[in-house]
């Protein structure tokens, strides 16, 4: 999968201030992306009020990075 956003490819978030009603971000498993021109690759937050646990990330390539 190819991503080019000039922001975060991909943001994992899990609620912010007393937001915790879904309960964290949890069990997501992110493989065999390219990401192109983007502030951040696999970013983790800030908006993580219900926790963040079990992320499972392989084979990112980041072209451009800025």
């Not at 992110?30 to 993580?48: A, R, Y």
Request: glycine share 12%.
């Amino acid at each position: 999968m190819k991503f080019n956003t000039g922001d975060d490819c991909i943001a994992i978030k899990s609620g912010k201030a007393n937001d915790t009603e879904y309960g964290p971000a949890q069990h997501h498993v992110i493989q065999n992306c390219t990401m192109n021109s983007g502030h951040g690759g696999l970013t983790l937050g800030s908006e993580m009020s219900a926790g963040v646990q079990n992320i499972y990330a392989r084979n990112l390539s980041m072209l451009n990075e800025n």
